[in-house]
């Protein structure tokens, strides 16, 4: 737990049954921390959560943010193994409208990687591919490459399912076996 001090923003995404694995991947529910009771609260959308991320300093979470909630409320959600939990670094920027931020955990657990997705529902892997597309589009003249960030949220290692050691070295048995035929 003590890594998380001073994380305000939290995503996660699910991953303690079989299911889950094959269909990994996706962040799937998103969560904040309340400054003062410390407890884990859901938040509803990937908008409010980037809202809620992008002020993470000057505008810490608190209970009472959340409608007809307050501290005295049990935790939404509390910080387990039951699934994997990564945090975002804070005060990462707001989407621009119309785009996405979408990350995806890579089968070994060892990163996520960011991307956005454009209203025409291009996908932007890098800073150059954003410029590229902003050049190629006037119409988002509003919308800066500083808009965009494509850090990767840490992974917490003590939420990484046991599974995917055991899965590996299933792999590799099966390997070998394949091998010796
Ligand atoms: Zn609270």
Same mark, same amino acid.
């Given at each position: 737990?003590?890594?998380?001090?001073g994380?305000?923003?939290?995503? &996660?995404t =699910?991953?303690s049954?079989? #299911?889950? /694995?094959s269909?990994?991947?996706s962040?799937?529910?998103?969560a @904040?921390?309340?400054?003062?009771?410390l407890?884990?609260?859901?938040?509803d959308?990937?908008?409010?959560f980037?809202e809620?991320?992008?002020?993470?300093?000057?505008e810490?979470?608190?209970?009472s943010?959340?409608?007809?909630?307050?501290?005295?409320?049990?935790?939404?959600?509390?910080?387990?193994?039951?699934?994997t939990?990564?945090i975002?670094?804070?005060?990462?920027? &707001?989407? =621009?409208?119309?785009?996405? #931020?979408? /990350?995806?955990?890579?089968?070994?657990?060892?990163?996520?990687? @960011?991307?956005?997705?454009?209203?025409?529902?291009?996908k932007?892997?890098?800073?150059?591919?954003?410029?590229?597309?902003?050049?190629?589009?006037?119409?988002?003249?509003?919308?800066?490459v500083?808009?965009?960030?494509?850090?990767?949220p840490?992974?917490?290692?003590?939420?990484?399912?046991?599974?995917?050691?055991?899965?590996d070295?299933?792999?590799?048995?099966?390997?070998?076996?394949?091998?010796?035929?």
């Amino acid at each position: 737990m003590k890594e998380m001090k001073g994380s305000q923003e939290i995503s &996660k995404t =699910p991953s303690s049954s079989k #299911r889950t /694995l094959s269909s990994q991947g996706s962040v799937d529910i998103y969560a @904040a921390q309340c400054k003062n009771c410390l407890k884990w609260r859901v938040i509803d959308t990937q908008e409010e959560f980037e809202e809620v991320r992008s002020k993470a300093t000057e505008e810490p979470f608190v209970c009472s943010r959340k409608a007809n909630c307050s501290c005295e409320e049990p935790a939404d959600i509390e910080y387990d193994s039951t699934r994997t939990w990564v945090i975002d670094k804070p005060n990462l920027p &707001k989407t =621009p409208q119309g785009f996405r #931020r979408s /990350l995806v955990l890579r089968k070994d657990y060892s990163k996520l990687d @960011a991307y956005y997705v454009t209203p025409s529902g291009k996908k932007l892997r890098t800073r150059n591919e954003i410029g590229a597309f902003l050049k190629d589009n006037p119409e988002f003249k509003g919308v800066s490459v500083t808009d965009f960030d494509f850090s990767s949220p840490k992974i917490m290692q003590d939420t990484i399912p046991e599974i995917i050691e055991q899965k590996d070295s299933a792999n590799k048995k099966a390997k070998i076996a394949k091998g010796d035929v």
